[in-house]
């Protein structure tokens, strides 16, 4: 992909990180996506949050697809490790860079048709094996870079810039997601920082596959009256579950959790997500509430955004398989290879 470097020039007022970072630090090449494309909203969300998490550079991996929203790791850190690999595969190339080394932060970056067509199948495995990966789904609904077709995300009766309306039923990422028991599930919108950025912190910071689905208005073929990713359908239909912060690592809180209250869930990493509940019942640790939410605010035509499901006690996959603290990529050569002795025993086995 075309890499257009940015000048390095930062006002010495700045805020400044643990790291004695800058926003600035986190920034990648220029954006070469169309003007008003919701991708550089989420770009922008994506350098606030790894700012604020004090993440090294060094030690954070970008991992992307093909596609418009496969650009976007060029655009946020660039002193990062990055892979953009061909089209759906970015679930196994990810899966075999965090076997390698887990103690990396992995951030994948993937869109509605790279991540629910061609590589569906890689989609559901990662969550299958609970990858630990913050998965982005930038999602407008087109492929926008082959001229807009509907993509496998479109709505029923959502209508092109030309042609005919999509009849096809819509894949819903973060439906699968749930079905799949992905641990961490969330929607956003590109045009709402406040709620991506503090979203975005936690699924980094969650420890197991983190989903978010990110709706993100293609500007030049889905941004039209009768399209169901533009931004007045988002903005007219936008229903937020909850209003989320994200706080520093703290002891375990254990209250009540009554309409208006705030409810902790706390993760894997000991970073906490704050839920305040505007919807009386809705419980964001139940998939069975989740499923019904989701199912009944779609039928309503609504849009639901915020936390809808978290998981805090399936094991990722390494503590799954039980592999070693030590990243594979760090162990001596003496300790990967078993010896001639080992090997004549494993080979019996298949004789």
């Not at 800058?22 to 989420?42: I, K, N, P």
């Not at 964001?284 to 936390?307: C, H, M, Q, V, W």
Request: glycine share 10%; net charge negative; charged share 20%.
């Amino acid at each position: 992909m075309t890499y257009i470097a940015k000048p390095k020039v930062a006002h010495p007022s700045l805020p400044r990180n643990e790291l004695g970072l800058t926003t600035r630090d986190y920034e990648g090449g220029v954006s070469t996506l169309c003007a008003g494309c919701g991708h550089d909203s989420v770009t922008a969300a994506l350098i606030q949050a790894v700012f604020e998490l004090d993440i090294e550079p060094h030690m954070l991996a970008k991992m992307s697809g093909i596609g418009c929203s496969s650009k976007t790791p060029a655009y946020f850190a660039s002193q990062a490790h990055g892979f953009n690999s061909v089209h759906g595969r970015m679930p196994s190339v990810t899966t075999g860079a965090n076997a390698a080394n887990r103690n990396m932060t992995y951030i994948g970056v993937s869109g509605d048709g790279d991540s629910l067509s061609i590589g569906v199948g890689q989609f559901v495995h990662a969550i299958r094996r609970n990858l630990n990966v913050c998965y982005i789904i930038e999602n407008n609904g087109v492929y926008g870079l082959t001229k807009g077709q509907f993509s496998a995300s479109a709505d029923i009766g959502t209508l092109p810039k030309k042609g005919l309306a999509n009849q096809q039923e819509p894949i819903d990422p973060v439906s699968t997601a749930l079905t799949l028991g992905a641990t961490y599930i969330a929607r956003s919108f590109s045009g709402d920082k406040e709620q991506l950025v503090p979203l975005l912190k936690g699924a980094i910071m969650h420890d197991g596959f983190s989903l978010v689905d990110v709706i993100s208005p293609c500007v030049t073929f889905n941004d039209h009256e009768g399209s169901t990713k533009s931004y007045a359908h988002t903005r007219e239909y936008y229903n937020h579950v909850a209003n989320i912060d994200y706080i520093r690592p703290s002891e375990e809180i254990k209250a009540s959790y009554d309409e208006g209250e705030a409810m902790p869930v706390h993760l894997h990493g000991g970073d906490s997500i704050v839920l305040r509940k505007l919807d009386r019942n809705y419980d964001p640790t139940s998939r069975a509430e989740a499923f019904k939410y989701l199912r009944d605010r779609f039928n309503a035509g609504e849009i639901t955004t915020g936390l809808l499901y978290v998981n805090d006690e399936r094991v990722e996959m390494h503590d799954l398989m039980g592999n070693t603290e030590t990243p594979l990529a760090e162990l001596p050569y003496e300790d990967l290879h078993p010896g001639n002795a080992e090997l004549r025993k494993i080979q019996e086995r298949y004789r």
